[in-house]
């Protein structure tokens, strides 16, 4: 997964899957092809959507597993559902967001997040994009 691009270096564009061939007998295919939602995660997504995966969605146990705090992992799974377009309704008026944020700020400190990871989370919450818990 890993070695997926699937933006253009040139342009920064979205690039798409062109042709396929088939390792056996040499078929190809041309077209147009869609890779899906999970071919736009991160490795360190897809290590944690499979660390997700092992201990059956809990949380807790994450929170054990990776040494990270729980809104830290609460963070993480949201930015993966946002990526793969499963991000739940928005919450109005009920101060989600400065509690996303503060979410984001505790996983930046705990150096769980970069400083870049950390501006787009917070650019994402103020534009009222963000789901953090």
């Given at each position: 997964m890993s070695g997926w691009v699937s933006q253009c270096p040139a342009c920064f564009g979205e690039l798409t899957v062109a042709e396929l061939e088939c390792e056996r007998c040499g078929t190809v295919i041309r077209g147009h092809f869609s890779p899906?939602?999970?071919m736009r995660l991160k490795p360190d997504q897809w290590?944690?959507?499979l660390r997700f995966l092992k201990v059956r969605g809990n949380l807790r146990e994450m929170e054990r597993e990776l040494g990270v705090s729980y809104p830290t992992i609460r963070a993480r799974l949201e930015q993966i559902l946002r990526v793969l377009g499963?991000?739940?309704g928005e919450t109005a008026g009920t101060g989600g967001s400065v509690g996303e944020a503060a979410?984001?700020?505790q996983a930046?400190?705990?150096g769980e997040l970069s400083v870049d990871e950390a501006?787009?989370?917070l650019e994402n919450i103020s534009k009222g994009r963000g789901t953090h818990a």
């Open positions: 899906g939602p999970w290590d944690f959507v499963l991000e739940e979410s984001v700020l930046l400190e705990a501006i787009q989370e």
